[in-house]
């Protein structure tokens, strides 16, 4: 007969609960498989045919304290739980354990669970003697605390219900006032002597359902009472008048009587009786559901190891799980089964909320395991939703390559001012600004334009524009004839043109501005292009023509010749880091003085050279020689 064999060991993840699984499900198979006998040596073999390629890489770097060791199969056994153990520090373990107390508003069961939680870590040797003390000690429950530090004998179970009965009760009471301060007529039971047997009439009777007043004509609790019990524990009011509301005692009931309102208040769930039909149908049906139920019926095991697979993510949440009207409950959210899971999703997403407003509905109604997950792929796929769903979030911008040569890049794009149509073309190497007049938008005019511009400053080899008119078969046709690249942006989105977006907004100040000043707009631009670029020492004429403009200022003579700025003559330099634009690099000059540069103005120095000038450094950083910089003396203003 052939086993089912276990699953390899999986280094990622939790760790230690992935090889717990597997020494589980290893003895289980040696076990079933009749192998208890064998030898260590084929013991050990069969381990590492199953535990994976990657345990065997493991395997191999396991030190063993005897070299036979590793061929033992409980010493190789003990060096991998050795291995997958998660190192504990047991003292800061117990120090959060005792400084955990219930929190406002938490209930027994979530202080109990969030308690059983930390303990794991903190190997006591007795667990429930422990367990006992803090949450009777640290329960903000102070009447209760007292009640059970004067009993004798208190287990961890008597002092789990004990505390439980009190929260219960607690919770009623706090109802009962809220409905005596919202009600006119409170609900009150009047009681009458008649032959010396007790009468009841309820008048007014309210209950909660899930949180929510609701009325019930009669509750259940009522009703009891309404039968004429002559039990002295019965007859007592179970509802005070409203004056003697606030120091009213709560009455001594029995656990029955508490499990009884815990279902009326708790547990009472408003569906139609055909969807009910269908959750308890379904719920019997379901393989997990049915191990849940008899596990809630039967009672659960005291550790873990003893539940099955399935069950071992709900062992930490077995308080809050109960099993009642044939339905299972999380705290007061039902169970789903697996075949109404989708019912259910179709039901929650009827009215097309989003995501977060659907979440917060089910969270309080409903729970399986992956609901979040669900509602998400759900909602993903509404063909509604996806229709009229918000714009997506922005990307962040991409900065565009600056080239090496001048009017090696341009963009342009059409502008609209006024009645007037201006085609604005912007260098992206020196920020050169080009507006000229457009007396129609048809692609054989910008070509005529065109054609001018690159007659002055030379064919660029990329054109950056809009899609019209500069996708038209006319100017694929001018491109290739001129050779140069057309790169149109994305349709709807300016964004991915900046440069020439940006150009257009400073061609139409400048167009407003001499309107309103009434200056010549050709003297505006020629003003703009000898003013330096923010963040840069020279202006749009000295990247691109060396040399400034003769303008109406007054200006140097030199200033007025071209410049070769960057002469043939080198000198030493150190690296600092690379900027973060391709290509791109900050270095420091023999003066101190930190520069950035592109490659092309760099290249490394001789190994004597690079010895000489950074023998004294502690770490040497690659050198590299920088163009010099040529210093023309002032000479004649010319005005």
Same mark, same amino acid.
């Given at each position: ?296 019926k039967n009672g659960w095991p005291k550790h873990n190891n003893k539940v099955s697979r ?125 507006? &000229?007049? $457009?007396?129609? /938008?048809?692609? +054989?005019?910008?070509?005529? %334009? !065109? =054609? ?44 991915? &043109?900046? $440069?020439?977006? /940006?150009?257009? +907004?400073?061609?139409?100040? %400048? !167009? =407003? ?44 003579? &030199?200033? $007025? ?59 040497? $950083? ?18």
């Amino acid at each position: 007969m052939e086993y089912n064999k276990p699953d390899a060991l999986v280094l990622t993840g939790n760790l230690a609960e992935n090889w717990r699984v597997l020494r589980e499900a290893f003895e289980i198979y040696i076990e079933a498989a009749g192998l208890t006998s064998a030898s260590n040596k084929r013991q050990v073999a069969i381990f590492l045919n199953l535990v994976g390629k990657e345990g065997l890489e493991r395997y191999n770097t396991l030190k063993f304290e005897n070299a036979e060791d590793n061929k033992k199969i409980e010493q190789v056994l003990n060096a991998f739980q050795d291995y997958c153990k998660p190192k504990k520090n047991i003292l800061h373990s117990r120090y959060i354990f005792y400084k955990r107390s219930q929190k406002e508003n938490e209930s027994i069961e979530e202080f109990l669970s969030a308690c059983r939680g930390l303990i794991k870590d903190c190997e006591f040797k007795s667990h429930e003697e422990i367990l006992r003390d803090k949450i009777v000690l640290d329960t903000r429950d102070g009447e209760t605390r007292d009640k059970l530090i004067k009993q004798a004998d208190v287990t961890l179970e008597t002092a789990i219900e004990t505390l439980r009965i009190a929260e219960i009760q607690r919770r009623e009471l706090n109802q009962m006032k809220e409905i005596g301060e919202k009600q006119n007529e409170v609900n009150a039971v009047h009681s009458k002597v008649r032959g010396g047997k007790r009468t009841y009439q309820a008048q007014h009777h309210y209950t909660q359902n899930n949180g929510n007043n609701g009325h019930r004509g009669q509750c259940q609790t009522n009703q009891r009472q309404a039968k004429g019990y002559n039990q002295q524990e019965e007859s007592q009011q179970v509802f005070k008048n409203k004056d003697a509301l606030s120091r009213a005692c709560i009455s001594s009931r029995n656990n029955d009587d508490v499990d009884i309102d815990v279902s009326d208040v708790v547990h009472s769930i408003n569906m139609s009786t055909n969807i009910r039909n269908e959750f308890v149908q379904e719920t019997i049906k379901d393989d997990l559901l049915k191990q849940l139920v008899y596990v809630c019926k039967n009672g659960w095991p005291k550790h873990n190891n003893k539940v099955s697979r399935e069950l071992i993510p709900y062992f930490n949440m077995r308080y809050q799980i109960s099993f009642d009207d044939d339905l299972l409950f999380l705290n007061n959210r039902v169970f789903v089964p697996m075949k109404l899971q989708n019912k259910i999703l179709f039901k929650l997403h009827e009215t097309h909320l989003g995501i977060c407003k659907t979440k917060t509905r089910a969270h309080s109604l409903f729970y399986w395991k992956g609901l979040d997950k669900d509602i998400e792929e759900y909602i993903g796929n509404c063909a509604v939703c996806n229709k009229f769903r918000s714009e997506n979030i922005k990307d962040p911008m991409i900065c565009q390559e600056v080239p090496n040569l001048p009017f090696e890049k341009v963009a342009c794009d059409i502008l609209d001012y006024g009645k007037d149509t201006y085609l604005v073309l912007v260098d992206y190497y020196s920020g050169w600004l080009e507006l &000229n007049y $457009l007396s129609s /938008k048809t692609s +054989s005019h910008i070509i005529k %334009i !065109l =054609k001018v511009i690159f007659s002055i400053h030379g064919i660029p080899k990329q054109l950056v524009a809009d899609n019209m008119p500069f996708n038209s078969n006319e100017f694929q046709n001018f491109a290739t004839d001129w050779e140069f690249v057309i790169t149109t942006s994305s349709p709807r989105y300016p964004k991915s &043109n900046g $440069l020439a977006e /940006k150009g257009v +907004s400073i061609a139409k100040s %400048i !167009l =407003k501005r001499s309107d309103e000043g009434k200056v010549d707009k050709q003297l505006m631009l020629l003003e703009y292009r000898n003013s330096a670029i923010i963040g840069s020492k020279f202006s749009p004429a000295q990247l691109l023509m060396s040399r400034t403009l003769r303008s109406k200022i007054p200006i140097l003579n &030199n200033a $007025l010749q071209p410049t070769d700025l960057l002469t043939k003559t080198w000198k030493p330099g150190k690296i600092i880091n690379k900027y973060n634009t391709p290509r791109s690099y900050v270095f420091s000059d023999n003066t101190g003085n930190n520069k950035r540069r592109n490659i092309v103005h760099l290249r490394p120095a001789g190994k004597q050279l690079r010895y000489n000038l950074y023998k004294d450094n502690n770490v040497v $950083l690659k050198p590299s020689w920088i163009r010099k910089r040529r210093v023309v003396p002032p000479t004649k203003v010319n005005l």
